[in-house]
């Protein structure tokens, strides 16, 4: 059964800093695309970043370029997000996000709360 689990999310003031962690797991020796989403309130879901399944090629939403980071590492199954210069509209319940490409197939992790104030 496949699972994805997030953590490392909080309250910080803005300019500070974050790291997000999503673990991973029941997907074999499957490394499927990774990107992490979030949902401001009264927003709609956006993504933010997005990795490949070999952990080369990234993309970011232009709000987050040069801010925030997505990297994996295979050997832990867990993919993370550095959030630097954090500001007050980052506030967000940030989602983990799979995608077999092969099934067409979106998995969702619970998401974690990152609140940027002062």
């Known amino acids: 059964q496949v699972q994805l689990v997030e953590s490392g999310g909080g309250l910080v003031q803005p300019g500070g800093s974050l790291r997000l962690s999503c673990a991973a797991s029941?997907?074999?020796?499957?490394?499927?695309?990774m990107s992490w989403y979030r949902q401001g309130p009264g927003k709609e879901r956006e993504l933010v970043a997005t990795?490949?399944?070999?952990?080369?090629?990234?993309n970011y939403a232009s709000s987050v370029k040069g801010r925030f980071t997505i990297s994996r590492d295979n050997a832990k199954n867990t993919i993370y997000l550095q959030m630097n210069s954090l500001r007050p509209e980052d506030t967000a319940v940030y989602y983990c996000?799979?995608?077999?490409?092969?099934?067409?197939?979106?998995?969702w992790g619970q998401g974690t709360q990152v609140t940027v104030s002062s």
């Open positions: 996000n799979a995608y077999r490409a092969v099934i067409n197939r979106n998995y």
């Open positions: 029941g997907f074999g020796f499957i490394r499927p695309d």
């Open positions: 990795i490949r399944n070999g952990g080369i090629g990234t």
